[in-house]
């Protein structure tokens, strides 16, 4: 069984339905690779730094709507302090947001496949290689 862990942008990609260069539906590629863990009986990882970035954004009647008809195939990391220290090492020396910093280790420590469409992961593949979810499917 694979677990996934997929990037804050991926969640957003998929609730608004959004749209990327030359109209590429990237709503419709977040949709299929959730259908695909689903259909594949994986797991969906989530934890509470992901949380937290939806939750600038999103209620948390929002947040809880997104992820309950993942149901069992939702499961929570948690996050160290080692992991945290980490992160904000490393996003002062890559000049990357911390919340990107934290998400490349947590797949790392957690053995996750790490989805984003994120840039600021292509200077973190040292830590956790990334695909972009049309990669998986």
């Known amino acids: 069984m694979n677990k996934y862990y997929a990037d804050t942008s991926i969640w957003i990609d998929l609730y608004e339905d959004r ?3 030359n ?4 709503g419709d590629y977040a949709l299929d690779l959730f259908y695909f863990i689903i259909d594949k009986n994986h797991k969906l990882i989530i934890s509470d730094m992901l949380i937290k970035e939806l939750g600038i954004n999103y209620t948390t009647a929002q947040i809880n709507g997104m992820m ?3 149901g069992n195939l939702i499961e929570k990391v948690k ?3 080692k992991q945290r220290d980490e992160a904000k090492k ?3 020396e890559r000049n990357l947001p911390y919340g990107d910093a934290l998400h490349a280790i947590i797949a790392r420590d ?3 496949i790490l989805v984003t469409r994120d840039n600021h992961f292509k200077k973190l593949t040292d830590i956790s290689k990334y695909y972009k979810p ?4």
């Open 19 to 21: 749209k990327g260069f």
């Open 23 to 26: 109209n590429e539906k990237l």
């Open 68 to 70: 309950k008809i993942y």
């Open 79 to 81: 996050i160290t302090t």
């Open 90 to 92: 490393l996003s002062l």
């Open 110 to 112: 957690n053995n996750l």
């Open 134 to 137: 049309e990669e998986l499917i």
